[in-house]
């Protein structure tokens, strides 16, 4: 079965460091694959989709980006880390290929910008 | 444009106790996609359930149980005689795609603002 591997699990980084997050999936081939922001106390918001090697789509304009060097990787950027950027950075992807397959997430990585 | 709203911030009850958890969701799409979300106190979000809206259908998973009306746009979760164990931030969340991987799927999944569900023993 799938596995989604997410790290580091907590960071914290001053304002105007570069941020690198980064995400694997094992158990698939050519999967989708997310980034998920949970702001504190706040539901999530999807920040970026991949649906393959170099395809990126942006959901909202940020100070982060995102990139797709391998197949199963899936990395979270930013030159400068803001304060508004702080909160649990969640890598997701489909549980298997079929039509009615849940959306699983890894375990995260919560970000403390000071 | 699709949303979800999950009015209650907090739920606190006594174990043993049922409690349900609401959630209204709007979109212009004919076929959609619900789900619910489990966050406990250790940060992953564990998937509970996956309905469609053509399924309106009632299920029901040991102690759990998830109510889909259409007619009202809700659907809501309760939890049987709850347990401590059962403590953790809900998400209610909406989808207009299928999932699987594929190019067509984007996988956009709008989440509700959660429910954090305190049950004490």
């Known amino acids: 079965s799938q596995t989604i591997h997410q790290w580091p699990a907590t960071l914290v980084q001053p304002v105007g460091s570069p941020l690198s997050l980064e995400c694997t999936v094992e158990?698939?081939?050519?999967?989708?694959l997310y980034w998920y922001r949970q702001a504190a106390g706040r539901g999530l918001q999807l920040l970026f989709y991949s649906v393959g090697i170099g395809q990126i789509s942006s959901e909202v304009p940020q100070n982060l980006s995102a990139s797709r060097p391998q197949d199963r990787q899936f990395i979270l950027s930013s030159k400068k880390l803001l304060l508004s950027d702080s909160g649990f950075y969640l890598c997701a992807s489909y549980r298997d290929r079929r039509r009615n397959s849940p959306l699983h997430f890894g375990n995260g990585t919560r970000l403390t910008v000071t | 444009a699709q949303k979800v709203t999950q009015a209650q911030t907090e739920i606190s009850v006594v174990e043993k106790e049922d409690v349900t958890l609401d959630c209204v969701y709007e979109t212009r799409d004919t076929t959609y996609y619900l789900f619910w979300y489990k966050q406990p106190p250790s940060g992953e979000l564990v998937f509970l359930i996956r309905r469609n809206s053509f399924d309106e259908q009632n299920e029901i998973s040991g102690r759990y149980s998830w109510n889909f009306q259409k007619s009202t746009s809700s659907f809501n979760f309760t939890i049987t005689a709850s347990q401590v164990v059962d403590s953790a931030v809900y998400f209610c969340?909406?989808?207009?795609?299928?999932?699987?991987?594929?190019?067509?799927?984007?996988?956009?999944?709008?989440f509700g603002q959660g429910t954090t569900l305190q049950v004490k023993p």
């Open positions: 969340a909406l989808s207009g795609e299928a999932g699987g991987h594929g190019s067509s799927n984007t996988g956009k999944l709008i």
């Open positions: 158990g698939t081939s050519n999967p989708n």
